[in-house]
């Protein structure tokens, strides 16, 4: 059973890095698949921060890009998240999650879901 | 980006009400879309992939349709579990992704 576990601080002062980790289990991510970031500020909706594959190559929600880094460690079978200059808006559940589920759209493009999920840890940003 | 806009943002049903749920996207996706339900405190739960397709486990009474710009998620007869809130996903630019803003349906 696919098993992903987030893990970091729960708590982060303005203007300082949010460093988050995801540890993996029951699958090996240099398998394949993209793997992603999502977060949910509290009573708020969910938005994609980012997907990594396990080659390293990473894409980002626009909105965050210059603050944002992905990264992957296949040795340890986990990905991180490094955000920037945090303010109080970026307090939010932060979640990680396997883009793991395919299908074929109506156009024949493979595409995926996300299939498995952490089960999100709460950041707070305040002095 | 592709922007993804949900409607209703809440709604109020009894059990047993026939539930519509609808997403708009900025640009036609395909049938690149699928749907989450989202419980307090819980992670997202995928409902439904390609637009209509049915995850595996999921109830029957859950359904979607649509393609291009318009998308539906359908409860033909709201159950109390499914009080939640549910999110549409495009991954038409997989693997960049976008959210719909979220629909809460709530027991009236």
């Known amino acids: 059973q696919v098993q992903l576990q987030e893990s970091g601080p729960g708590l982060v002062k303005p203007s300082e890095t949010l460093s988050l980790t995801c540890a993996v289990s029951?699958?090996?991510?240099?398998?394949?698949?993209?793997w992603g970031w999502i977060r949910q500020p509290p009573g708020k909706g969910l938005e994609w921060i980012g997907s990594?594959?396990?080659?390293?190559?990473?894409y980002y929600n626009p909105s965050l890009k210059s603050r944002v880094t992905i990264s992957v460690d296949t040795s340890k079978n986990q990905f991180s998240l490094k955000l920037s200059s945090v303010t109080a808006a970026d307090t939010a559940v932060y979640y990680c999650?396997?883009?793991?589920?395919?299908?074929?759209?109506?156009?024949?493009?493979?595409?995926?879901?996300?299939?498995?999920w952490g089960q999100g840890t709460l950041v707070t940003v305040s002095s | 980006a592709i922007q993804m806009t949900q409607s209703p943002s809440s709604l109020s049903a009894s059990v047993g009400d026939r539930v519509t749920i609808t997403c708009r996207a900025s640009?036609?996706?395909?049938?690149?879309l699928g749907w989450y339900q989202q419980k307090p405190g819980k992670a997202p739960k995928l409902l439904i992939y390609?637009?209509?397709s049915l995850q595996s486990g999921v109830p029957s009474r859950f359904s979607g349709s649509g393609s291009g710009t318009d998308f539906t998620l359908t409860i033909s007869s709201l159950q109390p579990e499914d009080f939640a809130t549910y999110y549409c996903?495009?991954?038409?630019?997989?693997?960049?992704?976008?959210f719909g803003g979220g629909t809460k349906v709530e027991i009236k």
């Open positions: 996903l495009q991954d038409y630019n997989y693997p960049r992704l976008t």
């Open positions: 999650a396997r883009l793991g589920g395919r299908y074929y759209d109506s156009s024949g493009f493979v595409r995926y879901y996300f299939d498995y």
């Open positions: 029951g699958y090996s991510i240099s398998s394949g698949y993209y």
């Open positions: 390609a637009a209509s």
């Open positions: 990594i594959y396990h080659s390293g190559s990473t």
């Open positions: 640009q036609g996706i395909r049938n690149d």
